[in-house]
């Protein structure tokens, strides 16, 4: 099968879910039909290769909701969605003048109002995305099984239920932003990684921008995502291993993705409603000061740090924080730093890696070089990383 069809699959998918959720076919029935009509692809393209392959995708997805929904007692009457064509020619939703953006409309469509907020941002990643439910737990530190049973709750829900996704009317939109943004976010993380392709999550991320210039959450994750676009041809060496941002050669990275991100997080200051990805953007902006005076403000990051806590009180950022601690006043304070944080969080001491990663730092300046090892070899087993392999068996020797 050639190559390209994958990804018209890929880009498929969710369109193709969000017209059968469209059309009255409960989420369950819709997901089931979807991946019926995927694996039908995969064995049929090979050999009698579509026209249309978007096209093929509804239309086989249709049919066999149909027949799910036949075979389901619990399901309504069919008497109404069989009098509906099937739907080879049909434009995916109505045009709205507030979410022009076909893609952007099916983020909206997994934030209705009913389902719990917690839920929104990890249906999206599945449903739309396609992103897996490892995938997904690893973004939220969660196990598998802890992340795949919060999601059958809210699909069974959805179903029990009869929710019928539907897009926000304009007056609806602020307040279903968030999660949108935050399931934007997970699909950039996802691209940097190399899951996906890159640059989708930039291009949505401006775009609900520019649809929304009075939301300065918007803009402010449209400064984080170019901040870090910026930097992308820099952040890996010649043999293929990850560069800590500290140690980039800022001479790879791009003055124009950087000009783009600080407009977007000035425009968003102005609006005076301060945010999680405002304090993040203005965090990477931190680290540009290197382009001006040749070394980041470590304190002010540390500060930057403390306010974007408040916010959003991950253990991602609380490691973040540490290692600016680290640069900010060496080692043996963020091993306090760390020491504290285990003890708050022990579940997550032993198997966060950026935690082991950041004590291996911290030891190998003290000169303490096999504990160092010991932990960067912990941290080796906890990412499935190539780059982040190499890098920390050429940083450690582990």
Same mark, same amino acid.
Request: charged share 20%.
């Given at each position: 099968m050639p190559s390209g069809w994958e990804s018209q699959i890929t880009a498929a998918r969710g369109k193709v879910l969000a017209l059968l959720l469209h059309r009255g076919i409960d989420i369950v029935a819709a997901e089931d039909a979807v991946a019926i009509a995927i694996?039908?692809?995969?064995?049929?393209?090979?050999?009698?290769?579509?026209a249309n392959p978007e096209a093929w995708l509804m239309t086989v997805a249709w049919r066999k909701a149909l027949d799910l929904r036949r075979s389901d007692r619990r399901s309504s009457p069919l008497t109404d969605l069989e009098s509906v064509a099937a739907p080879e020619n049909e434009p995916m939703l109505d045009i709205? &003048?507030?979410?022009? &953006?076909?893609?952007?409309?099916?983020?909206?469509?997994?934030?209705?109002?009913?389902l719990e907020p917690t839920v929104q941002c990890p249906l999206m990643l599945q449903? @739309?995305?396609? =992103?897996? @439910?490892e995938q997904i737990s %690893?973004?939220?530190?969660?196990? %598998?099984?802890? =992340? %795949?049973?919060?999601?059958?709750r809210a699909k069974r829900k959805i179903r029990d239920a009869g929710i019928q996704p539907r897009l926000p009317s304009a007056s609806e939109v602020h307040q279903r932003v968030p999660p949108v943004l935050d399931a934007l976010y997970g699909l950039y993380f996802s691209e940097w990684q190399g899951i996906d392709s890159p640059h989708q999550a930039l291009e949505?991320?401006?775009?609900?921008? &520019?649809?929304?210039?009075?939301?300065?959450?918007?803009?402010?994750?449209? %400064?984080?995502?170019?901040?870090?676009?910026?930097r992308r041809d820099a952040r890996q060496g010649p043999r293929g291993e990850f560069i800590p941002l500290d140690d980039q050669d800022q001479r790879g990275w791009s003055l124009r993705e950087i000009e783009r991100a600080e407009s977007y997080l000035e425009r968003a200051a102005k609006l005076q409603a301060m945010g999680r990805y405002q304090l993040e953007a203005a965090i990477q902006s931190a680290h540009t000061q290197r382009l001006r005076q040749g070394s980041p403000s470590w304190a002010t990051i540390v500060r930057l740090y403390d306010r974007l806590l408040m916010y959003a009180p991950t253990a991602g950022f609380a490691i973040g924080r540490i290692g600016a601690v680290l640069k900010a006043e060496g080692p043996a304070a963020?091993?306090?730093?760390? &020491?504290?944080?285990?003890?708050?969080?022990?579940?997550?001491?032993?198997?966060?890696?950026?935690?082991?990663?950041?004590?291996a730092h911290c030891l190998w300046q003290l000169g303490q070089f096999e504990e160092a090892k010991t932990y960067a070899r912990r941290a080796l087993t906890l990412t499935n990383s190539e780059s982040e392999q190499t890098y920390l068996r050429m940083k450690f020797e582990a």
């Open positions: 694996v039908s692809a995969l064995e049929q393209w090979r050999s009698h290769p579509p709205s &003048d507030h979410l022009p &953006d076909e893609r952007l409309r099916l983020y909206f469509l997994c934030t209705h109002p009913a449903l @739309v995305t396609g =992103m897996t @439910v %690893a973004l939220y530190l969660v196990p %598998a099984p802890t =992340m %795949a049973q919060r999601l059958v949505l991320a401006e775009i609900l921008a &520019d649809l929304l210039p009075g939301e300065a959450e918007c803009l402010g994750l449209a %400064a984080l995502i170019s901040f870090c676009e910026s963020a091993i306090v730093e760390l &020491d504290r944080f285990e003890s708050l969080h022990p579940e997550v001491a032993d198997s966060f890696q950026p935690c082991l990663v950041t004590r």
